[in-house]
């Protein structure tokens, strides 16, 4: 089992920053890759963000593509999800997840383990 706990979510206006963060534990060696989904109220999850824990290679949605950054720390087991020039359509609650697949990592079913979740609110 591999347990992912979310900080950093918040009220933020349009145009500011926020920066989440998930930490990892337990059997972490079987993580492969990690990712951050969303979802906003009567909306489906979408896909935000993955990171190959090895490698480094990122991968994003068009939506968020060059305003936030993934990334992880080895040492601490923990990911990050850096979020620039945010929009109030960035607005939902944000859930990390683990996979120990590499591959079809847009895909939310490819991931095993999820966190509970972090509210983040942009107001316009």
């Known amino acids: 089992q591999v347990q992912l706990v979310e900080s950093g979510g918040g009220l933020v206006q349009a145009g500011g920053s926020l920066r989440l963060s998930c930490e990892a534990s337990g059997r972490t060696f079987s993580r492969v890759a990690m990712g951050w989904f969303r979802q906003a109220p009567g909306k489906e999850r979408e896909f935000v963000a993955a990171?190959?824990?090895?490698?480094?290679?990122?991968y994003y949605a068009a939506s968020v593509k060059g305003r936030f950054t993934i990334s992880r720390d080895n040492a601490k087991n923990t990911v990050y999800l850096q979020m620039n020039s945010l929009k109030p359509e960035d607005t939902g609650v944000y859930y990390c997840a683990a996979s120990r697949a590499g591959w079809g990592l847009f895909d939310h079913g490819v991931y095993d383990y999820w966190g509970q979740g972090t509210q983040v609110t942009v107001s316009s």
């Open positions: 990171i190959h824990w090895s490698s480094g290679s990122s």
